[in-house]
């Protein structure tokens, strides 16, 4: 049976790919910092099914600290790795550079160096970002765009990215190393920081009379927004592959906020105007990413994948799973 280590696993993107290994027959191993193991009912909430089945084996480490790392890897041996784990919130990482940087970069650095160590045959997923582009300098961005990062978060995916990159192509390690270029993907497990579960969620609330406003930032930035359940599966086939490569998984369609804001509540047939107001200064980004929207035909090509869920249907899904949330726990 093929061990596949995660982490980040009790993350959106971990639960879906946790879950993706287990239907593949993989024993899912996953890293997890020691606090959230003391406050399981939260911080497992999107693994807590798996956890009662013993379908995952979690292991406490901190991706800041190499011995750690270190013996989770000798004490799994994984055949695969999906490196996941980040501080992934870009906004706390203008606030927060060097924490950003202490998790992602070295963090990233820690895992590919105990993997080179440990199990130099394993291979290695690295998830790096859209926020990569930043400042983009084309559009639609492909693998061939340059990065021009805009936050201390695109900085430690771009370092991540150029860390997978070298440990792929150095003659002395020539690891089966990947990046996705994963644009934003969204899901009703989404972290409620984030724009869109923030919207659904609070929508979801004002609908069922338990919040009277939403205060949003910038209304025009644009995102190219996949559902995460879909873009899971791009990271299982690159891994998959006879050689190692980096890949953009992207929906190719981009919206802005006030779209996915406009759409939200006609789906809950609320007028915005009476709810909603933007350029909430505490919401906007001392340095925005304006635009973004991928061109994923090499993965098309070469995986074989396509995103299944679009705009639409991905809004209408994350508002019905609110509506269903919000009312079961009046408010939580
Ligand atoms: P990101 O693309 O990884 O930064 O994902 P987010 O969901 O955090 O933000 C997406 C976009 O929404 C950014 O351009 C933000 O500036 C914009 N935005 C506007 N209002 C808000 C808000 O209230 N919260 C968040 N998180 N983003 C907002």
């Known amino acids: 049976m093929k061990k596949a280590l995660i982490t980040g696993i009790t993350g959106q993107d971990g639960s879906y790919l946790a879950e993706l290994l287990i239907n593949r027959g993989y024993r899912v191993h996953g890293l997890v910092r020691r606090v959230a193991t003391e406050n399981q009912d939260h911080r497992l909430s999107r693994i807590k099914g798996l956890l009662k089945e013993d379908l995952i084996t979690l292991h406490p480490g901190t991706l800041e600290n190499y011995a750690s790392i270190y013996e989770v890897v000798k004490n799994v041996e994984p055949d695969e790795v999906y490196h996941l784990g980040a501080q992934s919130f870009v906004a706390v990482s203008f606030d927060d550079e060097f924490s950003t940087f202490n998790t992602n970069i070295n963090g990233t650095h820690h895992l590919l160096s105990a993997c080179r160590t440990i199990v130099p045959h394993a291979r290695f997923y690295f998830a790096g970002s859209s926020e990569m582009f930043g400042k983009v300098h084309e559009s639609p961005q492909n693998e061939n765009t340059p990065f021009h990062p805009r936050s201390a978060y695109g900085i430690s995916k771009v370092a991540g990215f150029d860390l997978t990159r070298h440990y792929r192509e150095r003659e002395d390690i020539k690891m089966f190393s990947c990046s996705g270029i994963l644009f934003n993907h969204e899901s009703p497990r989404r972290g409620m920081e984030f724009v869109t579960r923030k ?23 644009k995102r190219d927004w996949g559902f ?105």
């Open 228 to 332: 995460a359940g879909d873009y899971v599966e791009a990271m299982w086939l690159m891994l998959q592959q006879s050689q190692p490569d980096d890949y953009v998984i992207a929906t190719g369609e981009t919206h802005s906020i006030k779209e996915f804001v406009e759409k939200t509540f006609a789906i809950l047939k609320l007028n915005p105007a009476d709810y909603v107001t933007y350029a909430n200064s505490a919401h906007m980004r001392p340095a925005e990413v304006d635009l973004l929207v991928g061109d994923a035909s090499k993965a098309k090509t070469v995986l074989g994948w396509e995103p299944k869920v679009k705009f639409e249907q991905l809004v209408q899904n994350m508002v019905e799973a609110d509506m269903k949330f919000v009312g079961k726990n009046r408010g939580w």
């Open 199 to 221: 919207i659904t969620y609070t929508a979801a609330k004002i609908k069922l009379g338990l919040a009277k406003e939403l205060k949003l930032g910038n209304p025009e930035a």
